[in-house]
Structures are given as C-alpha cells and as structure tokens.
C-alpha cells in the first residue's frame, strides 16, 4: 500500500461511516507511522498505517488511536465501525483493535531479541512497537 491508496481508504471509510477526514499526518523522522485524522460527531480518531516486517515477509499495518499523539504517547481506541469497514476496504491487511495493540510483548521472544529498539525502548505493549516514535 501506499500513501495514495492509504488516504483514498481513509476518504471512503468516513464517508461510509458517516465522519469526516479532517487531515492527514505523514510519518516523519523518529515517527515510523502515518495518520488519517477523521472527526465524528462524538470524538476525532486517528487512523494509524505503518509497515511491519517479520519472517512471513512485509505487512500493512492499521489501527485506531486518539487524534492527540505526541513524542512517545499514543492511545489506542476503539472505533469498531472504521475497524470493520477499513477491513473491507484493505483486506488481507492486518488491522488492530485497541486490546490487540495494547497487549504486552514478551522482549525476549524470538521475533523481539535481535530487534535494537525493543531492548533499548522497552515498550509496554505491541502498539508500542508497531507505531513507535523512537528517534
């Protein structure tokens, strides 16, 4: 995926669920992700859109999170309407629910050992990881 075709999903997921892109954040040094921001009546979220890479090869990766996401602090939310329908329009990418992305990580796994970040930063939880804003 790219940043077209990220955008193009975020644009067609809120009109489907009835919100409104508001902006968009790309990734820039020491932030490995990139944001759509899309306001509903209730609250803005942001939807959040990184590449992993692991032993099965290179995955898209997608989330939802607080709109307010500074050096080091985001949290995770749940939308399940936007989850769902950003499934139907991404499929075979993995998307995360909030529990999915705050569950904590084992550093000490074979998929997190040689990894520099995991055993300098120490994240708490697997969102932490994915969308990192380490420098």
């Known amino acids: 995926m790219d940043q ?3 955008r193009r999903a975020c ?4 009109r489907r669920t009835r919100g409104k892109v508001v902006r968009f954040v790309p990734g820039d040094q020491g932030r490995n992700f990139e944001t759509g921001e899309i306001a509903y009546p209730h609250r803005t979220v942001a939807v959040v859109w990184t590449q992993d890479r692991d032993e ?3 995955h898209e990766i997608l989330g939802i999170a607080d709109v307010f996401i500074t050096f ?3 949290t995770f939310v749940d939308e399940p309407g936007l989850l769902a329908v950003l499934g139907e329009l ?3 990418h993995r998307l995360h629910s909030r529990a999915e992305l705050e569950a ?3 550093p000490t796994a074979l998929r997190w050992k040689n ?3 995991v055993r300098y930063w120490r994240p708490d939880c697997l969102g932490q990881v994915l969308f990192s804003c380490w420098d």
Request: charged share 30%; hydrophobic share 25%.
């Open 56 to 58: 099965d090869g290179r």
């Open 4 to 6: 077209k075709e990220f």
């Open 11 to 14: 644009y067609e997921a809120a």
């Open 72 to 74: 080091g602090t985001i």
């Open 90 to 92: 991404l499929p075979g």
């Open 104 to 106: 904590p990580i084992d």
């Open 115 to 117: 990894h520099h970040d």
